[in-house]
């Protein structure tokens, strides 16, 4: 199976991830076409982009949310009132459709994932994936984190509505049973997040208190023009991005109202190439397209007065001007003291045959 997501985390690259969790229903009533044709479009639109992987939810509403479960969501955007009634209405796919699925991804390259939120779904992912994601919704579900834990696999842990002590307890149960560096997923509970809520400082504090892991953002602002929450998660230390995806940000409920679309990630994915490009290696030395400069900008030893042949050569005799070419100023006590060994006229660059 591809992996992605580790061979970049490993080799210290950036991933993007879409979300497109059960938006492909939507998408599937908006074209007339079926879910797993929504679904199978949405894999291929991410791929077209450059997208690293693709992420679905796996459940069954009647093992995530009691039927009396209120919402927490934006009742502007998706009027649903009770999270059971929401998640009924999307999960229809089992374990041969998303064996489907990750078939499909497979043979175009671009990775496939999903979160469980069962353990039965947990068990038939298996084989199907190469990275586990816990939602954040799960976080303090400790028996559930124990048992994905189990197989091994490495976990990304959003830790959205969270405390410290919360994802530490989480952290050590996944270190007990997994061996695989984890990956913590900054991540704010309010969908769509406004930008004042974002808090990515909390990406470097993450990275301060949790050296060993890996730290992305999992995001729920709404797309910007200049991808500036991308590129600040970025910035702050987020290797891994994750977003909702869509193919239509207009559609009403779910999660297409705060979802990234293709053109949306085309800008993210360049907008982080871009600050690679600006940051560079950090190397402490001089760039090979600065040796130009190097050679002309800086200054040489020059003869400050005529100097005759078998003259002994003063501080006050020299002085220093552009080019490079000649000997630095920093080793001018190389040249104090020596006797000339030919006449050396006035603004002439000091060589090494001129003084012995």
Not at 92 to 121: C, H, M, P, V, W
Not at 168 to 189: F, M, S
Request: proline share 3%; aromatic share 8%.
């Amino acid at each position: 199976m591809i992996n992605n997501i580790r061979d970049r985390l490993e080799a210290g690259k950036f991933v993007l991830i879409a979300e497109i969790g059960v938006n492909y229903y939507d998408i599937a009533v908006e074209r007339g076409i079926s879910n797993m044709e929504a679904a199978k479009l949405m894999i291929k639109e991410a791929k077209k982009v450059g997208i690293h992987a693709v992420k679905f939810q796996t459940y069954k509403a009647g093992t995530l949310a009691a039927k009396a479960s209120p919402s927490y969501w934006d009742r502007r955007e998706e009027p649903t009132a009770s999270q059971y009634e929401l998640f009924q209405k999307f999960d229809s796919f089992g374990e041969a459709e998303y064996k489907e699925l990750a078939e499909y991804s497979e043979s175009i390259g671009i990775e496939f994932l999903s979160t469980a939120f069962d353990f039965e779904s947990a068990d038939y992912l298996e084989k199907l994936m190469n990275v586990y994601k816990i939602s954040s919704s799960d976080l303090s579900n400790l028996p559930f984190i124990e048992y994905q834990a189990k197989k091994n696999k490495p976990i990304l842990l959003s830790i959205g509505a969270s405390n410290e002590d919360e994802i530490r307890a989480a952290l050590d149960v996944i270190r007990k049973n997994n061996d695989k560096k984890p990956t913590l997923l900054h991540c704010v509970l309010e969908y769509p997040t406004p930008l004042e809520d974002a808090n990515l400082m909390k990406i470097d504090s993450l990275k301060k208190a949790f050296p060993d892991c890996y730290i992305g953002y999992s995001d729920h602002t709404k797309p910007t023009e200049d991808c500036d929450v991308a590129k600040m998660a970025y910035t702050l230390g987020a290797q891994v991005i994750e977003k909702h995806f869509t193919l239509d940000k207009t559609l009403k409920g779910n999660d297409h109202y705060h979802a990234m679309d293709p053109a949306d990630a085309i800008e993210i994915l360049h907008a982080i190439k871009r600050m690679d490009m600006i940051k560079g290696s950090g190397e402490l030395k001089a760039l090979d397209t600065e040796s130009a400069a190097r050679a002309n900008a800086r200054r040489s030893i020059v003869a400050a007065c005529d100097i005759h042949k078998g003259t002994v050569i003063t501080k006050e005799m020299l002085t220093f001007k552009r080019p490079g070419s000649g000997i630095s100023p920093s080793e001018i006590d190389r040249v104090i003291g020596k006797s000339a060994n030919i006449d050396i006229k006035d603004d002439t660059i000091i060589t090494e045959e001129m003084f012995s």
